[in-house]
C-alpha cells in the first residue's frame, strides 16, 4: 500500500464506505488495502496534519519499494 488518503466526510459517509466494506467481506472477497483518514471538520484536518506530518508521510511514500 502506498496511498494514504486523507480527506474529510461526515460520519454516515464513513459509516457507508465501513458497511460496503463490511459486504466484501461477507462475500468472501478481499477488499483492496486502504489507509483512509476521514476528518468531519476540515479544521480539524489542518491541525493533525502539520507541515512535519506532511513530510514524514512523504519520506515514507518515497522510501517504498515500488
Same mark, same amino acid.
Given at each position: 500500500?502506498?496511498?494514504? $488518503? ?14 460496503? $466494506?463490511?459486504? !466484501? $467481506?461477507?462475500?468472501?472477497?478481499? =477488499?483492496? =488495502? ?7 471538520? =476540515? ?20 522510501? !517504498?519499494? !515500488?
Amino acid at each position: 500500500m502506498r496511498n494514504v $488518503i486523507v480527506n474529510t466526510g461526515t460520519t454516515g459517509e464513513y459509516f457507508a464506505r465501513v458497511r460496503e $466494506i463490511a459486504k !466484501q $467481506i461477507d462475500h468472501s472477497d478481499v =477488499p483492496k =488495502p486502504e489507509f483512509t483518514l476521514t476528518f468531519e471538520d =476540515p479544521a480539524d484536518m489542518f491541525v493533525v496534519m502539520t507541515p512535519a506530518r506532511l513530510e514524514l508521510f512523504r519520506a515514507a511514500k518515497a522510501d !517504498q519499494p !515500488q
